[in-house]
């Protein structure tokens, strides 16, 4: 009886490429939520793997950029904060511009905010990946506060039915 790694060349072959491929694709221990969403060629497809799972590592090992999840929590204290998303993400109509996004469920005794901002709005105003990479990502976190405090905002002041 042959298993299937001596029974054919070809089943060999794709099974290490598989075991190749989820090696080089597994992520690294990101807070929940995060999301680190690029274009760059060198950060596509199986050999861009590396490239890719490493970029937020090293962006967030820094620690400059820091999750949002503490500051809404202290922003709201009488509320319940599910953070869902939050990163930096490309627009859909131009690769090279990139935007801070926040996505977060915010549940107090009267409601139920569902925060979805991104900053900026246009790529008109987006930097490119570098700048907000740059100074260890303190664009990203000085978008990521006004998204907080926009955020926040909502859930204290809502706005009339």
Same mark, same amino acid.
């Given at each position: ?53 490493? !970029?937020? =590592?090293?962006? $967030? ?8 999840? +503490?500051?809404?929590?202290? %922003?709201?204290? @009488? ?54 990479? !740059?100074? =260890?990502?303190? $664009? ?8 907080? +405090?926009?955020?926040?905002? %909502?859930?204290? @002041?809502?706005?009339?039915?």
């Amino acid at each position: 009886m042959s298993s299937i790694f001596t029974a054919n060349p070809l089943n060999r072959t794709l099974l290490f490429s598989a075991a190749l491929c989820l090696s080089g694709c597994a992520t690294a221990d990101l807070p929940d939520g995060f999301v680190y969403e690029t274009s760059l060629r060198g950060q596509q497809g199986w050999y861009g793997g590396k490239a890719r799972n490493s !970029a937020p =590592d090293d962006l $967030l090992s820094k620690g400059v950029v820091t999750s949002p999840q +503490a500051a809404l929590e202290t %922003a709201l204290p @009488n509320a319940a904060v599910d953070l869902r998303k939050w990163g930096v993400s490309y627009f859909d109509r131009d690769w090279t511009r990139y935007r801070v996004l926040l996505e977060a469920d915010i549940q107090t005794d009267k409601q139920t905010v569902k925060c979805r901002l991104s900053e900026p709005d246009t790529v008109k105003d987006a930097p490119l990946l570098r700048e907000f990479e !740059a100074n =260890d990502g303190a $664009l990203i976190q000085s978008r990521l506060n006004k998204l907080v +405090a926009t955020c926040a905002d %909502a859930v204290l @002041n809502p706005a009339s039915p």
